[in-house]
């Protein structure tokens, strides 16, 4: 996408933009893509709406996801490169499609995101 055609989060829309494309990038990724395919073998038909409701609550208020998001993580062998691979591909993917405040703080919560589960995971000091 250019930077012309980059637009704001504003919309539902939006956030399945996001979650589909950065998706279809992590499936494809050699480092974290077996992860999802192999070790925690997720059904994308089931995880994808959960995703959608996750970043729709956080970027766009709404209140519709249910569930906690780390423990899932917990059984999976992380290690720092996978989560700041998780994020330079996340980062990535909003820089392609969206620009503004929304997609500032989508960046900035995928930061806290990250962090959080390193430090939860006993990966950070």
Request: hydrophobic share 40%.
């Amino acid at each position: 996408m250019t930077t012309s055609s980059r637009k704001p989060i504003e919309t539902r829309e939006d956030i399945k933009l996001l979650v589909d494309s950065f998706y279809a990038k992590v499936r494809q990724d050699k480092l974290i893509g077996p992860i999802f395919t192999g070790v925690a073998k997720v059904n994308w038909d089931e995880h994808l709406p959960k995703l959608y409701n996750f970043w729709a609550d956080l970027l766009l208020g709404e209140d519709s996801y249910r569930g906690r998001p780390f423990p899932p993580h917990m059984k999976l062998n992380l290690v720092p490169s996978h989560f700041e691979q998780w994020l330079r591909l996340f980062v990535e993917t909003v820089d392609e499609h969206f620009v503004g405040l929304k997609a500032n703080e989508a960046k900035e919560r995928a930061l806290r995101i990250a962090r959080n589960f390193m430090i939860n995971l006993n990966l950070l000091d």
